[in-house]
């Protein structure tokens, strides 16, 4: 069985930001070895912010493109470009991988969201408030708005990633929403309920601000759960009227 998805969405920034370093490595020829400028300077470049910049970043290092070294700086590992990248907003999608994907999440991020209650910063639940404000101002439901929320809101749950300390988490989480962002727009759509979506970010965020390990654990497993339910609860209702 098959969805279909909403045409004209765009690709995630993340990935439109590493095709244009990868660009700047091709025309400055750049080689292995060679610095590149630093996260802000790249930031102020691309006219983003600095997050979105560290994103792309991290998409290229997973790639072996790039080899970013704290303290020291950004270096091509990797000239010519050989990229794991988000398939286009095209065709169709299969219910199984959304859910298959959905699944993948409920087993890693009640765990990533415990650690994050233990381990996450003044400066990471800032920005995690940070992007639910940004959030909060794209609830409308219009392609456009749905667009930048779809982004945001994978933002937020790489963010919590990002405070749990752990980065072989932190990059299964930036995988996961990012090679599969066509699929986390579908479970937007076929979820249908942005408010409640953004009620459960806000819980979750207030555990991380308290430390609650176990409420955090517990709120991002209980998220989670709501949005299968409601997503298989919805295609079982679909597959009944084709019948």
Known sequence: MNIVER?????????HLTRQVLSLILEEGLQPGDRLPSVKELAERFSVATPTMR??????????????????????????PRLMVTNPYTGTLGTGTILDLLQARLLIEPAVAELAAIHATEKHIDDLTDLLAEAEAHLSGGDSEDAVLGIVNMRFHRAIAEGSANTVLADVVFSLTEVHIKEQMAVLDLYNNRRRDHEQHKLILDALKAHDADAARAMMHEHL??????????LTAERTRGA
């Not at 790639?63 to 270096?75: F, P, T, V």
Request: net charge negative; aromatic share 2%.
């Open 225 to 234: 759960t709501d949005v299968i339910e409601v997503i298989q609860a919805k």
């Open 55 to 80: 994103e792309a970043l991290r998409l290229l290092q997973m790639a072996g493109n790039l080899d970013i070294r704290h303290g020291s700086g950004i270096y091509v590992t990797r000239a010519e």
């Open 7 to 15: 045409t004209g969405a765009p690709v995630s920034l993340s990935s």
